[in-house]
T-cell receptor, first 110, second 115 residues
Framework: KQEVTQIPAALSVPEGENLVLNCSFT??????LQWFRQDPGKGLTSLLL?????REQTSGRLNASLDKSSGRSTLYIAASQPGDSATYLC?????????FGEGTQLTVNP | GAVVSQHPSRVICKSGTSVKIECRSL??????MFWYRQFPKQSLMLMAT?????????EQGVEKDKFLINHASLTLSTLTVTSAHPEDSSFYIC???????????FGPGTRLTVL
C-alpha cells in the first residue's frame, strides 16, 4: 500500500524567503507525482505534474523535483509571498488512483 | 486546466435527510470519476471510483448504501449522502478523469454540515 508523507506539517516564513517542502512515498512504482495547492475551504489547484520519467518541472517561482528511486520529491518556492500562504499537497499516482500526503501548511508573513 | 464544477458549494441539513452533490466536467469527458472526502486538518481520502455507465467501486470502510454514486454520463456524476448524520459532515471533492490524460483535476468541493 502506497503511503505518502510530507514534512514539515507546518511552516512559517518571512516574505521573500526561499523554501523547500518535502514529500516521500513508499512505493516507487508510480505513474506520476503532482503538487497541489489548497486554500482554506477550497478545492485543489494543480501546481506541477512530474511524470515518472522526469526529474523536475518548473512553473514560475515553483520548481518540483522527483527522485523516484529514493521515493522523494521536493517543491521549491522562490522568493515567497504572502499570497503563497496555503496548504500544499503532494499526491502520487499509480495509474488508477492518487494517494495524498497530509500536506504542509505554509504561512508567509509580510 | 480543465473546468470542473460542483453544486452545491455548501449545504447544511438536519440529521436523517439525504443530500445530493453534483459534479460536472465542463470541457472534457470524465471516463472515470473519483470522489474524495476531507475532514478538518486532514488530507483527501478516496471514497469511491466510478467509470461511466458502471457501478462504483468503494474503498474499504465506505458504505455503498450510504454514499450513492451515479455516473450516467461523461460530464455528470452525483454523490448522494443518504440519511446523513453529524459524522458525515465533511468536505466532499470530486475529481473527473479523462482516459489518456495524465493530470487529475478537482472540483471546488462541497462543504456538508449535518446538524
Amino acid at each position: 500500500k502506497q503511503e505518502v508523507t510530507q514534512i514539515p506539517a507546518a511552516l512559517s516564513v518571512p516574505e521573500g524567503e526561499n523554501l523547500v517542502l518535502n514529500c516521500s512515498f513508499t512505493d516507487s512504482a508510480i505513474y506520476n507525482l503532482q503538487w497541489f495547492r489548497q486554500d482554506p475551504g477550497k478545492g485543489l489547484t494543480s501546481l506541477l505534474l512530474i511524470q515518472s520519467s522526469q526529474r523536475e518541472q518548473t512553473s514560475g517561482r515553483l520548481n518540483a523535483s522527483l527522485d523516484k528511486s529514493s521515493g522523494r520529491s521536493t517543491l521549491y518556492i522562490a522568493a515567497s509571498q504572502p499570497g503563497d500562504s496555503a496548504t500544499y499537497l503532494c499526491a502520487v499516482s499509480t495509474g488508477s488512483r492518487l494517494t495524498f500526503g497530509e500536506g504542509t501548511q505554509l504561512t508567509v508573513n509580510p | 486546466g480543465a473546468v470542473v464544477s460542483q453544486h452545491p458549494s455548501r449545504v447544511i441539513c438536519k440529521s436523517g435527510t439525504s443530500v445530493k452533490i453534483e459534479c460536472r466536467s465542463l470541457d472534457f469527458q470524465a471516463t472515470t470519476m473519483f470522489w474524495y472526502r476531507q475532514f478538518p486538518k486532514q488530507s483527501l481520502m478516496l471514497m469511491a471510483t466510478s467509470n461511466e455507465g458502471s457501478k462504483a467501486t468503494y474503498e474499504q470502510g465506505v458504505e455503498k448504501d450510504k454514499f450513492l454514486i451515479n455516473h450516467a454520463s461523461l460530464t455528470l456524476s452525483t454523490l448522494t449522502v443518504t440519511s446523513a448524520h453529524p459524522e458525515d459532515s465533511s468536505f466532499y471533492i470530486c475529481s473527473p478523469f479523462e482516459r489518456g490524460n495524465n493530470e487529475q483535476f478537482f472540483g471546488p468541493g462541497t462543504r456538508l454540515t449535518v446538524l
